[in-house]
């Protein structure tokens, strides 16, 4: 079993104004005071520094090694060369997964391109410790796989739940929901409609609710509305929908937006929510042009967009990239079951914020590590140097949120010690000052096998293995393992991966162990669908001994 390294800090995060549906919660804390590197207070141990980019001359993959160096006025034990750190903005988008099973259900393996494994990772809730005060835990552990010399070790970060109390500051949610032709089809404007009646129905009377909808145009059907006695006014409006026409997803993001700023509420949360096959034919139809008619209003009013996707046919890449771009999420939901539980509990915690523009970056010690691979987070790329510069994008995050990074390390031969340290970095959702906290990992952490590590890693693994199986898509023949960071990330399988038989197996032994997760027996179903699409090929990475240096 991997052995947690768990460092909690306890910073002074003040959290924005959210949404928390009743039922949810969990404690807090209050702590001690010391100062950030930036200067500004802050609560819990300092953390250790993130390491920085390496000097030239320091090492290289070649000559492992390098001289510490001074930062915040304490000396690092390494300094890795540039190809020895891996930087990304953080995700906890899940739609990439929820797209992939609802896809083989119908008996059609996903495009490949669809597959984002930190998606499928960060779909299962991982029970990492959490902090006592607002910030993120940092937490690192991992085992060996199967390929010789290959460990697979997790970065999990965590933050706090919601108040033990309660209390929240009001919502003011604008839905946008798409009524274009194609939404006709069952399991979209039908299974969307249902959605707003559960959440209409969960929300409390302060919070406010504004609908708009969207065809060749769009169209305000209910201006910013508090619920109050008006609850059957609102259900009215959801009913009264149908689908038309083409699909102007442009109108209607521009119109949701006019619609939010106008009915903006101070001291409330304020969202727009938008609901669509994003399937967009009418107007502008990138993602980057459509974003460009809002961005005042995501700039000079915070309003973030989180993307609820539908549909067999769903616009995935033009989904992502607004809700990116957005500073927002993007889930999906193919049946009734499934949009209960994104918006009676995932929704909360994709509105209320505990981090804005999360960043992590890993250094990997060159004296230690020969060879790594973050797995996933393709879209989600960060330059090293702009890991502590705040004006670059990253990912927001919040309440009760867990982010799970997934490496493929390879050891030198016959050495110890220490291995990375994962360090995170975010912003106060109110104040924007900024905080980090840090983690190390040694090479003892890593001794454990993988399938017989605890839960919560295999978990991770059989999802990030099932993800890289099917971005292998339906080649008859094994890919070629990973070699080198410059490989296509679609043609590199993952060192030690198992059958997808076997994969459905550990799934459903996971499910069995615990407390029969049907989240886990779901899992095991996709694999198995997958295994009988692909011929039972899936699986078999290799990781061999004339592989390249991997750096990133």
Not at 55 to 72: F, V
Not at 187 to 203: F, H, N, P, Q, W
Not at 385 to 398: C, K, L, M, P, T
Request: hydrophobic share 35%.
């Amino acid at each position: 079993m991997g052995t947690w390294k768990v460092r909690q800090g306890l910073l002074a995060v003040a959290v924005a104004g959210g949404l928390l549906l009743s039922g949810c919660s969990s404690g807090g804390g209050n702590t001690d005071r010391a100062s950030d590197s930036s200067g500004k207070e802050r609560r819990g141990t300092a953390p250790l520094p993130a390491p920085g980019p390496a000097s030239p001359g320091t090492g290289d993959a070649a000559t492992p090694g390098g001289q510490g160096e001074q930062q915040d006025g304490k000396q690092r034990d390494f300094a890795p060369p540039p190809d020895y750190l891996s930087t990304f903005a953080l995700d906890v988008d899940t739609a990439s997964y929820g797209f992939a099973r609802r896809t083989l259900a119908e008996g059609r393996l996903p495009d490949p391109a669809t597959v984002r494994p930190e998606e499928f990772v960060n779909s299962f809730r991982q029970d990492y410790p959490r902090p006592e005060g607002d910030g993120f835990s940092a937490n690192v552990d991992g085992a060996r796989t199967d390929a010789d010399g290959w460990s697979l070790m997790r970065v999990g970060l965590a933050t706090r739940g919601d108040s033990s109390d309660g209390e929240r500051p009001p919502a003011a949610l604008t839905f946008v929901i798409d009524v274009s032709g194609s939404m006709a089809e069952p399991g979209r404007l039908d299974l969307v409609k249902e959605s707003l009646a559960i959440m209409t129905d969960k929300l409390r009377d302060d919070d406010s609710i504004a609908l708009v909808t969207f065809s060749d145009s769009a169209e305000k059907v209910l201006p910013m509305t508090r619920l109050g006695d008006h609850r059957g006014k609102v259900h009215s409006a959801i009913d009264a929908m149908e689908p038309t026409q083409s699909t102007n997803l442009e109108a209607g993001i521009r119109t949701g937006y006019d619609t939010a700023v106008g009915g903006r509420r101070d001291g409330a949360t304020n969202r727009v929510v938008l609901l669509s096959d994003a399937l967009a034919n009418t107007g502008e139809t990138s993602a980057d042009g459509i974003l460009e008619r809002i961005s005042d209003a995501r700039s000079e009013h915070g309003i973030t967009l989180f993307g609820v996707g539908v549909g067999s046919d769903y616009g995935d890449a033009l989904m992502e990239r607004l809700a990116d771009k957005g500073d927002g999420h993007t889930t999906y939901v193919s049946d009734s079951e499934e949009a209960r539980k994104v918006f009676c509990e995932q929704l909360p915690a994709n509105i209320e914020l505990r981090a804005r523009d999360a960043k992590a970056q890993v250094a990997f010690d060159p004296k230690t590590v020969k060879q790594f691979r973050l797995i996933g987070y393709d879209n989600r790329a960060v330059a090293d140097d702009d890991f502590r510069d705040d004006s670059v994008d990253g990912g927001e995050v919040g309440p009760g949120h867990t982010v799970t990074a997934l490496y493929a390390v390879r050891m030198r031969p016959a050495t110890s010690g220490h291995v990375a340290t994962a360090s995170v970095r975010w912003l106060d959702p109110d104040s924007r000052a900024p905080h980090e906290e840090s983690n190390q990992i040694e090479s003892g952490d890593l001794e454990g096998g993988l399938w017989n590590a605890d839960p919560g890693l295999r978990t991770t693994a059989v999802a990030a293995y099932f993800a890289d199986a099917l971005r292998q898509g339906t080649s008859a023949t094994a890919p070629e393992p990973m070699s080198t960071s410059t490989g296509s990330p679609e043609r590199q399988s993952l060192p030690g991966a198992p059958s997808l038989a076997e994969l459905a197996r550990s799934a459903d032994e996971l499910s069995s162990d615990g407390d029969d997760d049907k989240s886990l027996r779901d899992l095991a179903t996709a694999v198995r669908q997958a295994d009988r699409l692909t011929g039972g090929y899936g699986g078999g990475g290799g990781g061999g001994e004339d592989e390249g240096e991997i750096t990133g």
